[in-house]
T-cell receptor
Framework: QQQVKQSPQSLIVQKGGISIINCAYE??????FPWYQQFPGKGPALLIA?????SEKKEGRFTISFNKSAKQFSLHIMDSQPGDSATYFC????????????FGEGTQLTVNP | EAQVTQNPRYLITVTGKKLTVTCSQN?????MSWYRQDPGLGLRQIYY???????DKGDVPEGYKVSRKEKRNFPLILESPSPNQTSLYFC??????????????FGPGTRLTVL
């Protein structure tokens, strides 16, 4: 049973376009929502994270939008570049659980030149 | 250079033959975890450790053991591997609880095949 559901499974975007990946969660106790980026042959790397007390967080071209009432959060990549082509994972955690993370299924993003 | 190292990177073994995947970090991190990555399922946490001698089960602990005798090392032990444990395994470490650290470091992965 997947507690964090991620969509789409794959996404193709043209260079300069906006990439949007969505996640939905079930456990209302989750209070930390990170996004990870993974390149082929590498481990995941933390990209950006948000707490539920804010509705949006932006770092450069990457923005997390968070909707607590809908139990959804999304990653927006503005001005997508071929170098952004990677697999993206959303995740969720309860702070008091320490480093326990529940991941979504992953989205393979391809940005065409 | 801050890093998490895993060994071996690739391993092919047979059912029932005990194996250990090592994980070591050089950042004096308290928190360490093991994940397995399978297509369509994302990453699933196997075990995690909040400090030396403190470990707890993640979402899929069956068939795995861990130990944390030293802060820097967190080996993953498969006492009797089975084909359903064929997967890509990642070790990770972080300095503190998730909210209080800027980042979490993942190792390069170990691709395990159990025949």
């Amino acid at each position: 049973q997947q507690q964090v559901k991620q969509s789409p499974q794959s996404l193709i975007v043209q260079k300069g376009g906006i990439s949007i990946i969505n996640c939905a969660y079930e456990n209302t106790a989750f209070d930390y929502f990170p996004w990870y980026q993974q390149f082929p042959g590498k481990g995941p790397a933390l990209l950006i994270a948000i707490r539920p007390d804010v509705s949006e967080k932006k770092e450069g071209r990457f923005t997390i939008s968070f909707n607590k009432s809908a139990k959804q959060f999304s990653l927006h990549i503005m001005d997508s570049q071929p170098g952004d082509s990677a697999t993206y994972f959303c995740a969720a955690s309860v702070e008091t659980s320490g480093s326990r993370l529940t991941f979504g299924e992953g989205t393979q993003l391809t940005v065409n030149p | 250079e801050a890093q998490v190292t895993q060994n071996p990177r690739y391993l092919i073994t047979v059912t029932g033959k005990k194996l250990t995947v090592t994980c070591s970090q050089n950042m004096n991190h308290e928190y360490m975890s093991w994940y397995r990555q399978d297509p369509g399922l994302g990453l699933r946490q196997i075990y995690y450790s909040m400090n030396v001698e403190v470990t707890d089960k993640g979402d899929v602990p069956e068939g795995y053991k861990v130990s944390r005798k030293e802060k820097r090392n967190f080996p993953l032990i498969l006492e009797s591997p089975s084909p359903n444990q064929t997967s890509l395994y990642f070790c990770a470490s972080s300095a503190n609880r998730l909210f209080n650290t800027d980042t979490q470091y993942f190792g390069p992965g170990t691709r395990l095949t159990v025949l």
